[in-house]
């Protein structure tokens, strides 16, 4: 069964502080990884896919990188409009659908 | 464009009540969602369509019944909901449809409907 933990739960920030965010992950096949962000009432809304280990994408202030057992979201000097919850999501070769973790909640302060 | 619509935004239904949820997406994807998200946890998957053709029911209860009308549009019919069905209902769609079951295609998701059962 696959299985992804995000790690940590809650993260506090001040602007301006540069952070990691973890998702570690146990597949048969990893075929994707997914990051999204998720606004409080709002639906996830997608960040990156990535297929391989070695495998980075970049984005205004967030860069993912991928390993063949964990995949890290960097955050580079943090705004308080970056404070959201990621979410962290894998599909194998044999499961049907994703896997999502837990998330963890972003907050960014002044 | 990557957007997929979602109607209405909140939902507030009796027990006894009828109600519709819909959604759209005009980019040419053939795989299109439905899950469920309660607070402070992940969506959970209900169903998946492939090609219009119902292809994953993850054990849903029949009070929640899906249906896709053609390739842009999905609607989830809702009846007699208990109020553990409150949640945040999220419509997604991926480019591919399913291939034995699976697609790598990356999920775009809806803003989401609020529901809320009296």
């Known amino acids: 069964e696959d299985q992804v933990t995000q790690s940590p739960e809650a993260l506090r920030l001040q602007e301006g502080e540069s952070s990691s965010l973890n998702c570690s992950y146990t597949v048969s096949g990893l075929r994707g990884l997914f990051w999204y962000r998720q606004d409080p009432g709002k639906g996830p809304e997608f960040l990156f896919t990535?297929?391989?280990a070695g495998e980075e994408k970049e984005k205004e202030r967030l860069k993912a990188t991928l390993t063949k057992k964990e995949s890290f979201l960097h955050i580079t000097a943090p705004k308080p409009e970056d404070s959201a919850t990621y979410l962290c999501a894998v599909k194998s070769g044999t499961a049907s659908k994703l896997t999502f973790g837990t998330g963890t909640r972003l907050q960014v302060t002044l | 464009d990557t957007e997929v619509t979602q109607t209405p935004k909140h939902l507030v239904m009796g027990m006894t009540n009828k109600k519709s949820l819909k959604c759209e997406q005009h980019m040419g994807h053939r795989a299109m969602y439905w899950y469920k998200q309660k607070a402070k946890k992940p969506p959970e998957l209900m169903f998946v369509y492939s090609y219009e053709k119902l292809s994953i029911n993850e054990s849903v209860p029949s009070r929640f019944s899906p249906e896709c009308p053609n390739s842009s549009l999905l609607n989830l019919h809702l009846h007699a909901l208990q109020p553990e069905d409150s949640a945040l209902y999220l419509c997604?769609?991926?480019?591919?449809?399913?291939?034995?079951?699976?697609?790598?295609?990356?999920?775009?998701f809806g803003p989401g409907t609020r529901l809320t059962v009296l």
């Open positions: 997604a769609s991926s480019q591919s449809g399913l291939m034995g079951g699976t697609s790598t295609d990356t999920q775009y």
């Open positions: 990535l297929y391989s």
